[in-house]
């Protein structure tokens, strides 16, 4: 079996959520700041950015990541269309806690297997005095194989889950590091956001302030665009270099650019304080 040399990191069934009528999607690289058309298929992968031949031997499975993610993704891809169709009847009482813990599967996986995570996992381990140098690829690995993933997935499903339905006149934003994090000092909780569609989101709240909002079985509406552009801040400032979009608008991204411009920086610190 040849070797599968193009890599994503992120799916294409789910950058397929954000193409146009014409297939395209629109990506915005906040290091070149250029802005280009193009298609799932043509962004957010690396040749061999899976590979790691010493964790491949002790295995015995050659490219055993990447055959994992193959695996599971046809079976995420028709868990994301029922999830959708879902939405769609504005009714979440069909979902189980099976659902809620696919959905977190993939979020949880998702946030830890992309260039991002990467430098954050470099970032975190300079800041505590080591040298990883070589081992981050091995470090990322580890946590995408090691058994605690299950256990951060059940945690996740015990939270409590919001489903926002934009219906403001922007899109959310998606990016090569699409699972964003924030902390609300006022309410002193962490939210965890993924945008599911540029119409559909779900947050995952690691306090019970919003217990009752949370627990309501409807999908929430978020008309005002600055709620929206909130998101769109977080997936601008925490992405790895490239934002994406069903509309060929990236005005609001350039904006936090000429404010922010460490955000060109392809070695900036992981952890802004923006």
Not at 14 to 33: C, G, H, P, T, W
Not at 81 to 110: C, G, P, V, W
Not at 240 to 259: C, G
Request: proline share 4%; aromatic share 14%; with cysteine.
């Amino acid at each position: 079996m040849s070797k599968v040399k193009k890599q994503h990191f992120v799916p294409q069934f789910y950058l397929k959520y954000f193409i146009d009528a014409r297939s395209n999607i629109y990506a915005f690289d906040i290091v070149e700041q250029k802005q280009f058309v193009t298609t799932p298929a043509n962004i957010a992968h690396d040749k061999l950015f899976y590979d790691n031949k010493p964790l491949e031997e002790f295995i015995g499975v050659e490219q055993i990541i990447e055959h994992a993610f193959a695996n599971t993704e046809a079976k995420a891809a028709e868990f994301f269309r029922k999830l959708i169709a879902t939405l769609d009847t504005n009714n979440l009482s069909s979902l189980i806690k099976d659902d809620y813990k696919e959905l977190a599967d993939f979020i949880t996986t998702q946030e830890r297997r992309t260039p991002e995570a990467r430098r954050q996992i470099a970032e975190i381990a300079k800041s505590a005095g080591q040298e990883l140098e070589n081992d981050i690829q091995f470090q990322q690995a580890y946590l995408l194989l090691h058994k605690d993933v299950l256990k951060v997935v059940e945690d996740w499903c015990d939270r409590y889950w919001i489903f926002w339905r934009n219906t403001s006149n922007l899109s959310f934003y998606t990016s090569d590091h699409p699972v964003v994090r924030y902390w609300h000092k006022d309410q002193n909780r962490e939210e965890l956001f993924f945008p599911i569609t540029p119409k559909y989101g779900v947050s995952i709240l690691f306090r019970d302030d919003l217990r009752q909002q949370a627990e309501n079985r409807n999908v929430y509406d978020l008309s005002d665009p600055k709620e929206v552009n909130h998101y769109n801040f977080l997936m601008t400032t925490q992405c790895n270099r490239q934002v994406y979009s069903v509309e060929n608008d990236f005005a609001y991204a350039m904006e936090l650019l000429k404010l922010n411009p460490v955000l060109t920086d392809p070695n900036r610190p992981r952890f802004l304080n923006i």
